[in-house]
């Protein structure tokens, strides 16, 4: 059994603000077994100074794209074909895909967090080498070969699906890790790919489906005049079997309300990007339009368009992008998404998100002094304020610890 005494903060449904401020967390076998207000438990106790919440989840990130971040000048269609698909090509090396998948996975944990939907690249190499590096790790991460048989010359498959039957068996449920059909979004895969896609999906139960929609008025343009008779772009993954309880679809930045009355519907879940939407220029997410459907809702970062790791960072961008629509996102509720709303989004609200007895002990130390601006600002704040300051002034700096099923994975620099 180990027990950790400290601050202790979780929001596991929207509006459920759990906060012990001298709190008491026990794990045992690397589950939690309570988290509650601090009482002497009979056993050695360590002191985490700072504020403990769940270790974030990011719902939609992109780990061959680690070394694009920051990539100039042009929005989503010429960004891939300038920025991106050159880089992917290397992937086909193992040698460079274990070398990214190590840089990406520390990167995650310094910034706290400690799950992840991933997207690689269409080389099933590249998921073997994710893979490997997430179980070193003892990461939950899901992620799946990302089919785009209508891709650049150097990175097009098939829609032979025997490759991803092969990665399923060797990887999906083995420790913390799960698969995801990745289709990667309409445009660079067939009819007869997203229909393959659509099979391999329903053909095995526990995986998820994975892809982007709606980001670009561009991309959309392109999605509705090569499906002329859907009714708009989800309506595509919808005909090919892909739009269930299961898909998580990234930005969803400009959908009808029939889209997103569909996705609520289907129990699909959306991934909000505020960094990469605002960097490629993509648009606002409308989170009242969410909110008006009861959509899943986690938080991405979506390196390389995003600009950063940091779930802390994202939030403060978030903040912003419903500043823009004329809304305010509560800072608590902001939390919850890149935890506990991530976790359902991604089908692992049973096993991580909220520090809830029986979960895994994924959890981070949060440090509100983590630079002299940080330490002014919240010096005698309150909870609200010193949660709203680390998502507008925080990233990796205001991680002090992170820990994986009750273990330390990485710990600041002092
Ligand atoms: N749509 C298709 N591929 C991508 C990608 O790599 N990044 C983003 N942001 N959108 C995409
Ligand atoms: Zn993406």
């Not at 400290?6 to 596991?12: A, C, D, M, N, Q």
């Not at 073997?128 to 179980?135: H, Q």
Request: overall charge negative.
């Amino acid at each position: 059994m180990k027990a950790y005494r400290g601050e202790i903060l979780s929001v596991p449904e929207d509006g459920d603000v759990r906060h012990f401020e001298d709190g008491l967390l026990l794990v045992e076998d690397g589950l939690v077994a309570s988290c509650r207000a601090y009482a002497d438990p009979g056993v050695p106790v360590e002191h985490l100074p700072g504020l403990i919440v769940p270790g974030f989840i990011d719902a939609h990130v992109h780990y061959p794209q680690t070394e694009r971040i920051a990539s100039h000048g042009a929005q989503l269609l010429e960004w891939l074909d300038r920025h991106i698909f050159p880089a992917e090509k290397a992937f086909a090396d193992p040698a460079h895909a274990d070398a990214i998948a190590a840089f990406f996975l520390d990167e995650l944990l310094k910034n706290g967090t400690t799950s992840a939907l991933v997207f690689p690249t269409v080389h099933a190499c590249s998921v073997d080498s994710l893979f490997e590096a997430a179980l070193a790790r003892d990461m939950r991460i899901i992620a799946g070969k990302v089919l785009m048989d209508l891709g650049p010359e150097g990175l097009r498959d098939t829609p032979d699906t025997s490759d991803s039957e092969g990665l399923i068996a060797r990887w999906h449920g083995r420790g913390r890790l799960g698969y995801a059909v990745t289709p990667r979004f309409a445009l660079t895969s067939s009819d007869a790919q997203l229909e393959a896609a659509g099979k391999l999906l329903a053909a095995h139960p526990g995986v998820l489906m994975h892809t982007h929609l709606a980001e670009n008025h561009g991309e959309i343009a392109a999605v509705a005049e090569r499906f002329p008779d859907a009714a708009d772009y989800l309506d595509v993954y919808d005909r090919f079997g892909l739009v269930g309880p299961r898909s998580v679809f990234a930005h969803c930045v400009h959908m009808s309300d029939r889209a997103m009355g569909r996705m609520a519907e289907a129990g699909a879940g959306i991934a909000f990007c505020p960094t990469s939407n605002l960097f490629l220029g993509s648009g606002l997410f409308d989170l009242a339009q969410r909110d008006q459907y009861g959509v899943k809702l986690g938080m991405g970062t979506d390196v390389g368009a995003g600009t950063s790791f940091s779930i802390l960072h994202t939030l403060g961008e978030a903040y912003k992008v419903c500043q823009m629509r004329g809304a305010s996102l509560d800072p608590f509720r902001a939390l919850h998404f890149a935890t506990a709303g991530g976790a359902r989004t991604l089908g692992i609200a049973d096993r991580v998100g909220a520090l809830l007895p029986g979960q895994e002990a994924d959890f981070i130390v949060l440090d509100p002094a983590a630079t002299p601006l940080l330490a002014r600002r919240t010096a005698g704040a309150s909870l609200h304020d010193r949660l709203f300051a680390l998502q507008v002034l925080g990233d990796e700096r205001a991680v002090a610890a992170t820990y994986l099923r009750g273990s330390l994975a990485h710990k600041r620099e002092q």
